[in-house]
Nanobody
């Protein structure tokens, strides 16, 4: 099994910054893509940013230039640096990891963190 533990959410004023962290642990052979998603009540979970094991990144248009995703492969950890936060960034943020596990054969499984609340006040 694999667990993802998130930290770093909270309340911040508009224009402020927060840094989210997500550490994966368990029976991990390798982690491919890691990412951050966010969700507000009544709406689907949307991709915020993703990063491959090689460091290629992808961002939602709404956060380009303000958010930066990074990872430490040796620590199985992904980060999301959020700057110039806006009230519309308020959501529960979830980390995601595509984990290669050797259970008999090598297979990929997607895991999710428990979610961390980010609230941006105006």
């Amino acid at each position: 099994q694999v667990q993802l533990v998130e930290s770093g959410g909270g309340l911040v004023q508009a224009g402020g910054s927060l840094r989210l962290s997500c550490a994966a642990s368990g029976s991990i052979f390798r982690i491919n893509t890691m990412g951050w998603y966010r969700q507000v009540p009544g709406k689907p979970r949307d991709l915020v940013a993703a990063i491959t094991s090689g460091g290629s990144t992808n961002y939602a248009d709404s956060v380009k230039g303000r958010f930066t995703i990074s990872r430490e492969n040796a620590k199985n950890t992904v980060y999301l640096e959020m700057n110039s936060l806006k009230p519309e960034d308020t959501a529960v943020y979830y980390c995601q990891s595509d984990v290669l596990m050797r259970i008999g054969e090598l297979r990929q499984y997607r895991y999710w963190g428990q979610g961390t609340q980010v609230t941006v006040s105006s």
